[in-house]
């Protein structure tokens, strides 16, 4: 538990670390000496000086133990307020002034619960009642004893709800920064499985292809001496090296920066498509935007961007349609060039030919794609789409719970 989460808990009358609270605390003393001592001077019977002198005890005792034992503070308080209400009959102004203040702090202090508050109270009042009836006191003295008290216990009453509800509020409100605590670690956890999986999709992907080439190029230096195929499988090998280290940059680039939203991105991605390759790219979407879990938003972004390089590669003037629609339960990527390519005699053949001279190897090609998209229950589908076109589409079932 933190010091601030002790620090609600704790009951606490009055900021005790307030510059001016021992001016009060020395004020109300005072208060309460002076009359005690004029009634002492008049040589009141012994139990009443005793009465009176331990009532005052209490007082100070309350004073100096409240802030380092609430309980004990109050039981003192209690004790106060019980022996100078049953000397109120013969005390009258002096008494009834310790009882009305230390029952009034009482009702305000937040450490003793409701039915020993209303317990000491009722017995006060049946104290002064019983001690003004039984002496020889007028009766006049009980009418406003018993008034000064009642108002004294309201005011209390009133100030220790104020104080129980400050309490309960600063308690919720640790509460809520220890909730907010633990879904920051759970986005954090969740972004670095993130990282997790987009350097695993890079660094394996990239390095795979390029020890497979090499591979090829020993087997063919070492059985076959077909030193001109062997060189280009070298050459290869340094492209896949040098598009694995573009990736790694693009990868960590991305990571380093917010995830934006996914319409954003897809704009952006679009504009640098159209600048680089002097192709139209349109972008829609269509249903109701609403926030998506990062590892959607990566894959259908990644899809998105390995269909346009797809398209820059083997349509390379086809005006390009990319179409973002959300749906009740899933969210569907679309992206359409109207060319279709040429070398592309099935949706499996595209960029997924090991011995394509530009052959990717980080692995987003179809095959990377759906693999990336299986990560988040996602399906991926691609062919000619029967109008002289050709389209990837990727739909992800995204419900209620995964999102973040």
């Known amino acids: 538990m933190t010091t601030d989460a002790r620090s609600a808990r704790t009951p606490r009358f009055m900021d005790h670390y307030s510059s001016t609270w021992w001016i009060a605390e020395l004020l109300s003393t005072l208060l309460l000496a002076w009359p005690l001592f004029t009634v002492l001077r008049q040589g009141p019977p012994l139990w009443i000086s005793a009465a009176l002198v331990t009532s005052m005890g209490c007082w100070v005792a309350f004073l100096g133990a409240e802030r380092y034992s609430p309980r004990s503070a109050t ?88 104080q129980i509800h400050a309490q309960r509020t600063a308690q919720l409100l640790e509460e809520l920064r220890q909730a907010q605590q633990a879904r920051t670690r759970a986005a954090a956890l969740d972004e670095r499985a993130r990282i997790a ?6 660094l394996a992907h990239s390095l795979g292809g390029l020890g497979m080439q090499l591979e090829v190029a020993e087997a063919l230096l070492s059985e076959q001496e077909d030193p001109e195929t062997a060189l280009q499988h070298v050459r290869r090998s340094r492209r896949l090296a040098a598009d694995g280290l573009a990736e790694a940059r693009n990868a960590v680039a991305a990571l380093r920066r917010d995830i934006p939203s996914l319409p954003a991105a897809l704009d952006e991605l679009a504009d640098n498509h ?39 590669k083997h349509a390379p003037t086809a005006a390009i349609a990319i179409t973002l629609d959300y749906g009740e339960s899933s969210i569907r990527l679309r992206v359409h060039n109207a060319g279709v390519p040429e070398a592309a005699n099935s949706p499996a053949t595209l960029d997924d030919d090991p011995d394509d001279g530009d052959l990717r190897a980080d692995g987003f090609g179809l095959t990377g794609m759906r693999e990336r998209l299986a990560l988040v229950d996602g399906r991926l589908t691609a062919g ?15 419900t209620e719970g995964s999102h973040r």
């Open 75 to 162: 039981t003192a308080l209690a004790v106060c307020s019980v022996l100078s209400s049953a000397t109120v009959g013969t005390a009258q102004g002096t008494a009834i002034i310790i009882a009305a203040v230390s029952v009034g702090i009482l009702a305000s202090h937040p450490t003793p619960g409701a039915r020993l508050i209303a317990g000491v109270c009722a017995l006060d009042m049946t104290l002064v009642s019983a001690s003004v009836l039984t002496s020889e006191t007028s009766p006049i003295v009980l009418l406003s004893a018993i008034p000064v008290m009642l108002v004294l216990i309201l005011l209390g009453l009133s100030r220790r709800q104020y």
């Open 197 to 202: 999986r987009e350097m695993h999709d890079v």
């Open 274 to 312: 159209r600048r680089d390759q002097h192709t139209d790219v349109s972008v829609h979407t269509t249903g109701t935007g609403r926030s998506l879990p990062s590892g959607v938003t990566v894959s259908l972004l990644d899809t998105a961007r390995e269909a346009l390089t797809n398209a820059a």
């Open 384 to 398: 000619p789409d029967g109008a002289g076109g050709w389209s990837v589409t990727a739909d992800v079932p995204v």
